[in-house]
Nanobody
Framework: QVQLVESGGGLVQPGGSLKLSCVASGSSVSTNSMAWYRQAPGKQRELVARITSGGRTNYVDSVKGRFTISRDNAKNTVYLQMNSLKPEDTAVYYC?????????WGQGTQVTVSS
């Protein structure tokens, strides 16, 4: 059974930064396309960043130039570096596969951007 555990969220002022982590057990992040998703109150969950097994990355337009997805294969961990945060980035952030059948969702980590 694959388990995903997200962490690193918190309350940050506009313009601030956070780095999210997602530790996977039961499957390797290096052989999967992995992604970060977010779900804001009253909105559908959306994919914001993806990293392929080959290391290519892509981002939703709203976070391009501000967010960076990466992974550490030795730690079986996927990261999301978030800079220049905006109030509209407020959401619960989750990681999961970026393609194909999704793993069971983790609990997510709350990111709140507010002054």
């Amino acid at each position: 059974q694959v388990q995903l555990v997200e962490s690193g969220g918190g309350l940050v002022q506009p313009g601030g930064s956070l780095k999210l982590s997602c530790v996977a057990s039961g499957s390797s992040v290096s052989t999967n396309s992995m992604a970060w998703y977010r779900q804001a109150p009253g909105k559908q969950r959306e994919l914001v960043a993806r990293i392929t097994s080959g290391g290519r990355t892509n981002y939703v337009d709203s976070v391009k130039g501000r967010f960076t997805i990466s992974r550490d294969n030795a730690k079986n961990t996927v990261y999301l570096q978030m800079n220049s945060l905006k109030p509209e980035d407020t959401a619960v952030y989750y990681c999961n596969r970026g393609l194909g059948v999704l793993f069971p969702w983790g609990q997510g980590t709350q990111v709140t951007v507010s002054s």
